[in-house]
T-cell receptor
């Protein structure tokens, strides 16, 4: 069954509005979640690392004031795209980080397709 | 620093033929290596991963990959392609020493011809 859920799966919004995307860890508590962006026919690019109870760590070139991340609980991280513009249209994917005794793994959500008109 | 190179953005094979998707990595520390599959408008699903131990790793759906340190490669193979294998495949690398960021290749789109 699904380990990570995202909501909504698709969203269309008007330029200048804000959109919130939720990422939930269904099977275990996650202190670390990741947010990726994927443009058409391209690979995933890490946007930020979301840490429960602390500020997110953003990758170079990602505006923290535009892409607000809140990781308020061990099962939920949210990404808010503020004042969205058409160039923000993309596929946003979250992942949940899980460390085991021998290794670690990221479990990916199904993604959210954002279209800004 | 880590990086991944996937040779061939598109690969086409006939149904029943061997699938070979190439991945070479660069890492300054011992790597963890992953192959993910992505179907249209969906997230990523883990096919297999190498962390430590046996260098030939078997994954889901009949796929396997071999970690070759001397060649810095982690090529993905499947003996016989099925129509359902048509998808985008991503190779990824991360550090084994604590950092957990995944660095993805640019992906290879696999087309299976009936």
């Amino acid at each position: 069954g699904a380990v990570v859920s995202q909501h909504p799966s698709r969203v269309i919004c008007k330029s200048g509005t804000s959109v919130k995307i939720e990422c939930r860890s269904l099977d275990f508590q996650a202190t670390t979640m990741f947010w990726y962006r994927q443009f058409p026919k391209q690979s995933l690019m890490l946007m930020a690392t979301s840490n429960e109870g602390s500020k997110a760590t953003y990758e170079q070139g990602v505006e923290k004031d535009k892409f607000l991340i809140n990781h308020a609980s061990l099962t939920l991280s949210t990404l808010t795209v503020t004042s969205a513009h058409p160039e923000d249209s993309s596929f946003y994917i979250c992942s949940v980080f899980r460390r085991t005794s021998s290794s670690y793994e990221q479990y990916f959500g199904p993604g959210t397709r954002l279209t800004v008109t | 620093a880590q990086s991944v190179t996937q040779l061939g953005s598109h690969v086409s094979v006939s149904e029943g033929a061997l699938v070979l998707l190439r991945c070479n990595y660069s890492s300054s520390v011992p790597p963890y290596l992953f192959w993910y599959v992505q179907y249209p408008n969906q997230g990523l699903q883990l096919l297999l991963k190498y962390t430590t131990g046996a260098t030939l790793v078997k994954g889901i759906n009949g796929f396997e990959a071999e970690f070759k340190k001397s060649e810095t490669s982690f090529h993905l193979t499947k003996p016989s392609a099925h129509m359902s294998d048509a998808a985008e495949y991503f190779c990824a690398v991360s550090e084994s020493t604590g950092a957990n960021n995944l660095f993805f290749g640019t992906g290879t789109r696999l087309t299976v011809i009936p």
